[in-house]
């Protein structure tokens, strides 16, 4: 009998928030067991971004190789990766132990809008990480970067997904939460071409510092407890909604707070 295994590959972010920090919240709370590897330190608040320290290649390698030989997740997320190097290296990696589920969020700005991903990154993360996904995930700054083209309406954002998945992207999850209005619409878009909208009301508050790391880390941790796509999406659509309910009107911090990550944490799952 084991644990359900999971596995983040992002950013420490010293509030506790965002990153690797909040993707270990995420995945515990949802009853999965959580690995990590750090590719890189950031200096951060709630506030903003003062500092970055990326991880040297090589010892993100390792990290990754030791979770990958002995710990052996059911599904990984991966989120700020700084460098292109970085990304070489991840791929590379990867490419050796084939994982099943691979959700990858292309973290490059932060909700207070610091950059968080190297421009020169953009064009390596798209050659080499985004065709190894199961699902990918951006916001929509994000879908613009990668996209190349403006997103200010759902036919945009379709535009914008057609584009990305000609880069080899399998799965498309793009995030309508920078869209203004009463309802916030993440869409998803298959392999096969289908197309499935998750909507919801806005919820007014100002703490969403790390949801984006949240629903990723969310989906990776449906996926491996055994959930289809769609499904595994939703599901984290609804923990992310409850996590940012049950703390907006909680102060951390005198910019854009965090979730509540453990509105109704569950026990590790064995199997």
Do not use: W
């Amino acid at each position: 009998m084991v644990y359900l295994k999971t596995l983040t590959v992002a950013g420490s972010d010293s509030c506790g928030g965002a990153g690797i920090q909040a993707d270990i919240k995420t995945m515990s709370a949802l009853g999965c067991y959580a690995a990590s590897v750090v590719t890189s330190v950031t200096a951060q608040n709630t506030i903003g971004v003062s500092a970055i320290q990326p991880i040297a290649p090589n010892v993100v390698a390792a990290q990754l190789r030791a979770v990958m030989d002995d710990i052996r997740p059911d599904a990984i997320k991966i989120g700020m990766v700084n460098d292109a190097a970085t990304i070489r290296t991840i791929a590379d990696v990867l490419a050796e132990y084939k994982p099943r589920h691979l959700v990858v969020d292309p973290v490059m700005v932060s909700t207070s809008g610091s950059q968080l991903m190297e421009e020169t990154a953009v064009q390596t993360f798209c050659e080499r990480l985004l065709p190894m996904a199961s699902l990918l995930t951006p916001n929509i700054p994000e879908a613009e970067v990668l996209s190349g083209i403006a997103i200010r309406s759902e036919e945009q954002m379709d535009n914008a997904a057609r584009l990305m998945m000609n880069l080899g992207c399998r799965n498309l999850l793009i995030k309508g939460g920078h869209i203004e209005g009463n309802e916030k619409a993440d869409r998803l878009y298959r392999h096969d071409g289908s197309c499935t909208v998750f909507a919801g009301k806005t919820i007014e508050t100002r703490n969403t510092h790390g949801t984006g790391c949240t629903l990723s880390s969310a989906i990776a941790s449906f996926l491996a407890r055994g959930e289809e796509l769609a499904g595994a999406v939703q599901l984290a659509k609804d923990y992310v909604g409850k996590a940012i309910s049950a703390g907006a009107d909680v102060q951390i911090g005198s910019g854009h707070g965090p979730v509540n990550h453990f509105f109704q944490p569950e026990k590790l799952i064995k199997r």
